[in-house]
Structures are given as structure tokens and as C-alpha cells.
């Protein structure tokens, strides 16, 4: 039975902004959704977490890879749903890795672009960076269409989930669209010029300047209206000790923190009530820049 998994992403740079055009910047995490399927007598979908998006989820690969018969697919993810993780991006690629593994067509190529498929489905006209950071890992400097792997040095972060988005991606990059275009291109902009510096740091390695840019981007986001009273507050306690961003759609979710005082940025986000581990106002510390998807028993190719 082919089992794939892929990690689950965050945005370092660049969301919202990157629907438009201009290029974003995310990479691969650690945690990561695995699914395993094969033919069955009957149709069936195990996990924990089953929704009517997880059945078309199937049903889209199944279009696209011409299966007729009825599969057994079992999903498990370590990635927290709906914070900007990725979660959907991640099962969209683990379940067109261990689909294609099953047809004997599994190429990154191929996985990608079902995924992508899938995506659609999940977030309306999602830009492709989730998936496409999903399915290389690493790091991806991303414009759509196009990509770049971006060679840089593991990074160590911290994610605090700040609170359940009250909005789904779909729902925020809609209001972003309903922004005057006057008062929105010029933001766009700036954040695809910051975009272009935090590529060049992020491979140098340059934390201080990266610290810089990821607080230039968050107070773009925050002008698009896409951060939420809880960042912002968080953003406040941090300064001078960490520089912290939203990751993905926002309005909550998960925020990446660069801390500059590793001790210090946690006692403070002690002291404002999260909790180590891995959930709603949770915190926990993450490599990023991990590897993408990958088949966990070896390719199908007889
Ligand atoms: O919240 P996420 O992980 O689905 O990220 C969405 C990123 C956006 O730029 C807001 C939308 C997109 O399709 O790129």
C-alpha cells in the first residue's frame, strides 16, 4: 500500500500579496500529513478529522488519475487545521503522492499539479505556494506561476497559535480583493520589495536584517487588515526581543517569531498565558526548511 506524507508550510513572506502577482516566500516545517490508500471493495475514508472537503478531496484525484475503483484512504496529520499551516496543502499533496505512487506515476511534477487541483477546491483561486512549498519542501520563492528552491540555512523559529481564524483564507483574500485598488496596489508593492530583501538575507543567513523585514511585512498586512487584535498585542510584548509575523491568510492563526532572546521571548509569552506544546494559544519551536513530500515505504514504479 503506498504511504506518502508531506510537511505541513508557513509563509514567511509575501501572502496576500503573492495572489496578486508579486513573489512570497515559505518553506517546509516538520510536521507533516500522511495518507496511505488502496483499491477496496468499498469507498472508504479514515481519520480523525473527516469533512465533506476530505471526501471531494478524493474525488478530484480520482477524476484526474482516471480511478474507477473504490479506494481505502487513511490520512493522519500532525499539522493543526485551519492556522495557516498548510494543513489542506499538505493532505492535497500526500494524497496525490500516494495516489500517483499507486498508478505508478509519481513524479514531484505530477504531484504538484494534482495537488494544485485540489487546492482549488479547498481555497477558491489559492496562488499554488502552499502546495507547491508542500510538495519540494525546503524553501520556495514563489511568483506565480513560477518558483525557486532557495538554498538556505535550516532556521530555527518559534509558532505561537494565537487563536482560531475567525475567517477562512478563501474569506480574507476576498476581502483583500474588496480593498480600493488605489489604497491596496501600493502595499502589494512594498511587500514584493521586501519580499526580494528577505530572499537575499534568508540565504545569507542575516537574522538581524530578516528581523527587520519581517515586521516591515507584518504592518503592511496589519494596513491590508488581515492581522486581528491578539497579533498586534503579541507583536507589542515582543518588541526588541523577537520580531513576529502572521503566517498565511491571518485574521489568528499561527505566527512565526524570530526571536532575538530565545529565554526571553518565551518567559514573555508565558507571562501572556501560552502554553508549550501544540494547539490554540500554544507555542512551540520548529525547523523550517524541512523536507517535502516524500513515499515513506520507497516509489511504486512495477
Ligand atoms: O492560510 P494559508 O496557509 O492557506 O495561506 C494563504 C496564503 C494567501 O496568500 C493568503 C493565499 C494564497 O493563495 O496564496
Known sequence: MPVASSPGKIILFGEH?????????AAAIGRRCIVSLEISDQEMIESPHITEQTRKAVEIMKKELNINSNLYVKINSSIPLSCGLGSSAALSVALSGAALSLVKRFDLE???????????MFHGKPSGIDNTTCCYGGAIYYRKPDFDRLDIPKLNVVLAYVKKPEKSTKELVKQVADLDPSYRGPIIREIGNIVEMAKIALLKGDKTTLGKLIEKNQSLLQKLGVSCPEIDELIEALRGVASVKLCGAGGGG??????????KTVEIL?????????GERCYWKEVIGEEGVRMENGINTQ
Open 17 to 25: 500579496a503573492v495572489v496578486y502577482g508579486t513573489p512570497g516566500i
Open 110 to 120: 505530477n504531484v504538484n499539479s494534482i495537488a494544485y487541483k485540489i487546492e482549488q
Open 254 to 263: 499561527v505566527v512565526w517569531i524570530l526571536p532575538r532572546k530565545t529565554e
Open 270 to 278: 508565558e507571562s501572556l498565558g501560552y502554553r508549550k506544546g501544540i
